[in-house]
């Protein structure tokens, strides 16, 4: 384990931006006039970090939903501070957890309404029937939920589903009956994270590959996060014995909690940095959220 874990990194911006990424959003370009609106995935542990203002940029000439995913593992009162804050921004959007069948449900209801409101303002005498035809295009950060959303909403496995940031690379039209189809698209990162820390938490919640930013440096941000804000589950699953412990008694702490130890009691940090990253992408460390709302 490095000696100071935070000036390894500081130098510089953490940024992921493949060529694969670049050439996506050419495509999408080409592809808005083929969709209706476009639902803009987020992770509601970060809601605003997870947002892509460059892929906005490009595609704001559509309807548009902010689907903020991943509500179950996300501090409820952050929640709530978020919510009031999107609503103050006229974007329409909705917080759900994708593997509840009733925010499936509403993601289609409030997007035919976002559909149906855009084209009343730019043509208030044409008839519009709720149940009319509407494709959809799916964007986003890597691992913010967008495949389950999609294989949630067709009701069986159409896209490929991993836990590594960067896999999907092709865009996939996935029919979920005869009146709806999704275009999927690959996972697209801001080609700048201008604040460092920000991408810490782009880091931590796997948007970021861990062969960019090491499970070490994720791990003890983690870490470090819930010492601070005194996390009663982090507490209690891996048994800390007080939030005063500095980051090495803490990790420490969790090596001989899982029994991390190598020969001659060296404790194993590689397993203890893994499974500290697996636990809080999991939701096992508690209902956890990085950043508020700005207050302007």
């Given amino acids: 384990m490095g000696d100071n874990i935070h000036d390894n990194v500081s130098l ?9 990424m670049n050439k996506a959003i050419k495509k999408i370009k080409e592809r808005l006039k083929l969709v209706d609106i ?16 460059e892929l906005f940029q490009q595609t704001r000439q559509k309807s548009r939903l902010i689907v903020i995913n991943k509500k179950n593992l996300a501090d409820p009162n952050i929640v709530n501070l978020w919510e009031e804050w999107f609503q103050k921004q006229g974007t329409p959007f909705i917080f759900i957890n994708c593997f509840d069948k009733a925010s499936l449900k509403e993601i289609i209801n409030k997007s035919r309404a976002v559909i149906v409101d855009r084209i009343k303002e730019s043509n208030p005498e044409k008839e519009i029937t709720t149940k009319q035809k509407i494709k959809l295009m799916v964007i986003g950060l890597p691992n913010t939920g967008k495949s389950t959303i999609i294989n ?16 999907t690379q092709h865009q ?26 920000h991408g810490l938490w782009l880091a931590a919640l796997n948007a ?8 070490e440096i994720s791990a003890v941000y983690v870490v470090e996060h819930l010492i ?10 891996y048994k800390i014995e007080s939030f005063e ?15 991390y130890i190598q020969k001659g009691g060296i404790y194993d940090y590689d397993r203890v940095y893994k499974a500290v990253l697996g636990d809080f ?13 700005p207050v302007k």
Avoid: C, Y
């Fill in 245 to 259: 412990l500095d980051l090495i008694s803490t990790l420490d702490n969790i090596a001989k909690t899982r029994g």
């Fill in 281 to 293: 992408r999991s939701g096992k460390l508690g209902l956890i959220s990085f950043g508020i709302p």
């Fill in 152 to 167: 949630g909403l067709a009701k069986r496995n159409a896209t490929k589903v991993a836990d590594k940031p960067g896999q």
């Fill in 12 to 20: 510089n911006k953490i940024n992921w931006f493949p060529g694969h």
């Fill in 208 to 215: 970021i590959p861990d062969r960019i930013v090491s499970p």
């Fill in 38 to 53: 476009i639902l803009e995935i987020r992770d509601a542990r970060s809601p605003l970090i997870t947002g892509n203002k």
């Fill in 172 to 197: 996939l039209w996935v029919k979920v009956d005869k009146d709806i189809e999704i275009l999927d698209t690959p996972g697209i990162m801001p080609p700048i994270i201008n604040k460092h820390e």
């Fill in 228 to 237: 601070k804000t005194k996390s009663i589950p982090f507490q209690q699953i």
